[in-house]
């Protein structure tokens, strides 16, 4: 992976780290039923940019992420959750950024894990 790369995933993480850091303890929400919800959406996504290419790995876990606090808002737990105002916003930021964040680097690595394994043992 080129140094820019790297360095653009060190700074994205730093960012997670200071929204976390800022965020009021408790908020929002802090079930772990949402964060299942988070988390399971963005590597769904994550697989999805890997079988379409390594373009679309961000992309794609943005959307899971997306689909996944918006099924948890449907959930009773999590009817607090509205679409149209500023919560969805607050909790996308606070729960699903490390998310996307967290997964898009996996996603990542393991596109090209499987690239150098497919060039290796393809080409030897």
Excluded at 50 to 60: E, H
Aim: with cysteine.
């Amino acid at each position: 992976m080129p140094l820019w790369k790297t360095l653009m995933w060190c700074a994205t993480t730093c960012v997670v780290a200071l929204v976390w850091r800022l965020q009021p303890a408790g908020e929002p929400d802090g079930h772990g039923t949402g964060n299942l919800y988070v988390a399971l959406g963005s590597l769904a996504g994550a697989t999805l940019g890997i079988a379409l290419g390594s373009s679309w790995v961000l992309l794609s876990t943005i959307v899971g992420a997306m689909m996944g606090v918006m099924a948890y808002g449907r959930t009773p737990r999590g009817r607090w959750i509205k679409l149209g105002g500023s919560t969805i916003i607050h909790y996308f930021c606070a729960r699903a950024l490390p998310a996307i964040v967290a997964a898009a680097m996996i996603g990542m690595c393991v596109e090209g894990m499987v690239f150098y394994f497919i060039t290796v043992y393809h080409y030897s």
